[in-house]
């Protein structure tokens, strides 16, 4: 029997590899674009607090892929890549949380405020970097985002009939 206990280093490398490839290039298109802190902090702070939440959850089933035999399971074979779950997750995480946000889905970026996409692209990266199951960063950084915008949103924020709304349309 196996010790599935430890983190899986080729995992933990991959995925890390994953985060700072896809994190470069989504912070050069920021960049490309003039995105301000303003923007960025002004789409957190927005973020409704049940998708904060999710995005929690998403981040502790991912990591869960490092430590657990879970995709291995799914395909009754020995493989080293159970990193593609956490993968596969981030990336419907990604487009879920730009459609909560920005009420649409577009194959252009350049449809969505810049701000959306790089709060939509920290969710995402945050639940594919290896080790953060057991912390609620984004949590904290939505917090800082309401104290950073002296709670413009935090009404909108809190109240789930916003994110509802978003689904009656």
């Not at 890549?81 to 909560?100: C, H, K, P």
């Not at 350049?110 to 609620?136: F, M, R």
């Amino acid at each position: 029997m196996k010790d599935l206990t430890h983190l899986k280093q080729g995992n933990y490398w991959v995925k890390t590899a994953i985060v700072v490839i896809l994190g470069g290039f989504i912070a050069r298109w920021a960049i490309s674009n003039n995105a301000t802190v303003q923007e960025y902090f002004a789409a957190i702070a927005q973020t409704n607090i049940l998708v904060v939440v999710g995005i929690e959850l998403l981040d502790k089933i991912s990591d869960k892929f490092d430590y657990t035999s879970a995709f291995q399971a799914m395909y009754k074979k020995e493989t080293n890549m159970s990193w593609l779950g956490g993968f596969i997750i981030a990336v419907l995480a990604f487009f879920g949380t730009l459609y909560v946000m920005a009420g649409t889905i577009s194959m252009s970026l350049g449809t969505y405020s810049t701000g959306i996409v790089l709060a939509a692209a920290t969710y995402a990266l945050y639940i594919i970097l290896p080790e953060t199951g057991d912390d609620e960063i984004i949590l904290w950084l939505w917090a800082i985002a309401q104290v950073a915008t002296g709670g413009a949103y935090l009404a909108a924020a809190i109240n789930p009939k916003t994110l509802f709304a978003m689904f009656g349309k």
